[in-house]
């Protein structure tokens, strides 16, 4: 994968059910889910999400950022959802920053080995 590949992710803050029919209208074929389920109360979960994104024909990948930063497997598992789809991609959390600071591990791994 290079690094121009991240190009086609947009970041957002948490999103809710409803906005699953609006995000399909704009044009995304992927949604990320980096929140972990259980952070506040009321906050839809990973399966509800899923089967909303599913419903609308999107692909979606549930790939929770703990608090306690971005692990490997975060960064291994977003190339991979990267990897098996096309498109444009949604990646959210709870303010959009952990989804934000992920991709820029990715940038600065994918130029060293690009390198």
């Not at 259980?38 to 899923?50: A, C, F, G, L, R």
């Not at 306690?68 to 098996?84: M, P």
């Not at 709870?94 to 130029?111: D, F, I, N, P, Y």
């Amino acid at each position: 994968m290079e690094t121009s590949e991240l190009n086609r992710v947009s970041l957002a803050s948490q999103i809710q059910l409803d906005d699953l029919a609006l995000i399909k209208q704009k044009g995304f074929k992927t949604i990320i889910n980096n929140r972990p389920d259980n952070e506040v109360p009321n906050q839809p979960s990973d399966e509800e999400i899923s089967v909303r994104a599913r419903e609308q024909g999107l692909s979606y990948f549930y790939i929770p950022i703990l608090p306690s930063g971005i692990s490997a497997e975060n960064i291994e598992e977003t190339i991979i959802a990267l990897e098996q789809t096309q498109g444009p991609v949604l990646a959210f959390c709870r303010s959009g920053t952990r989804s934000g600071v992920l991709l820029e591990v990715l940038k600065k791994e994918l130029e060293q080995n690009e390198s």
